[in-house]
């Protein structure tokens, strides 16, 4: 089964990127599910009502997010009453919604979507690699022939460590977070697809998303900035996996980085 995973959606041109290209994608590349990473879709911080609903109408059949899903009180009710969007499952229990579930894909497919969030240089959470036994475990017994890892964290030997770790019981290992695209994605020896970052869908002439000049500012004087989306050059990152579903296993795996407009730059002397 063909499988697109979009990389984390930032703010209204992430959305733009979306809602323009991701029909297009679908349809040539024959996508039988499509998983958005949203966690920045609402201005760059966390979702809204609104920016969920413009996903589902593009036929999102599952929502991730990450670290900056808690950044908006309003984001808080959604995550239980909104079956399709997901945060990190390794959180305490208590916190609202969940971070695993089996969804169907449009061929009838039992797909199943795991969102952790790592621990290094990041929140003490509970071990996403424990987190990870247990929720392929339970997933498949309920039915998926299919388990994506969406692994938000901020150290590339933590995701690596992960990737190899569930090698052969996951179909894919999908890194995000750091919003710059790896170019490591391939196929590990037992059947996983991995890639340690799928990047950004948004302003690609920014600092991860945010104003180029707001992002040094901050970076000068260690005082709080405001923090916008930028905009000018917008793309549209993610991966697309091949998956036998009957195996579960990965048959092929590739980034993809699409330009929303032809990039503009300035002539050179």
């Known amino acids: ?41 609402a201005a760059g911080f966390g979702v809204t009502k609104d920016t969920l609903e413009e996903m589902k109408t593009l036929g999102v059949d599952a929502m991730t997010s990450g670290n900056h899903i808690w950044d908006r009180r309003e984001s808080l009710p959604l ?23 089996v969804f169907t894909s449009r061929d009838g497919v039992k797909v199943g979507v795991l ?13 996403p690699f424990r987190t990870a036994d247990q929720e392929i475990e339970r997933l498949k017994d309920e039915g998926a022939r299919v388990v994506l890892i969406d692994f938000h964290a901020e150290a ?29 994605d391939r196929i590990l020896p037992r059947g996983t697809g991995y890639i340690t970052d799928c990047g950004m869908t948004g302003p690609f002439d920014s600092v991860i998303g945010v104003k180029k000049e707001q992002a040094i500012q901050k970076f000068l004087t260690l005082l709080p900035t405001r923090c916008e989306p930028a905009g000018g050059d917008v793309r549209l990152n993610g991966v697309h996996l091949d998956i036998d579903e009957a195996t579960g296993l990965c048959r092929h795996i590739e980034r993809i980085q699409l330009a929303l407009e032809p990039a503009v730059r300035p002539a050179t002397a």
């Open 79 to 101: 995550l239980d009453s909104e079956p399709l969007l997901l945060r990190p499952h390794n959180y305490p229990p208590g916190v609202p919604g969940t971070g695993s579930r």
């Open 156 to 184: 590339t030997a933590e995701k690596v460590a992960l990737g190899w770790y569930v090698d052969g019981r996951a179909s894919a290992v999908l890194g995000t977070h750091t919003h710059i695209q790896t170019a490591d």
């Open 1 to 41: 089964m063909n499988i697109l995973f979009v990389a984390d959606v930032y703010g209204s041109p992430g959305r733009r990127a979306v809602r323009e290209l991701l029909p297009d994608i679908v349809s040539s590349m024959g996508i039988d599910f499509t998983v958005v990473n949203v966690e920045n879709a």
């Open 115 to 127: 969102n952790m969030m790592g621990r290094v240089f990041m929140r003490e959470l509970l071990c």
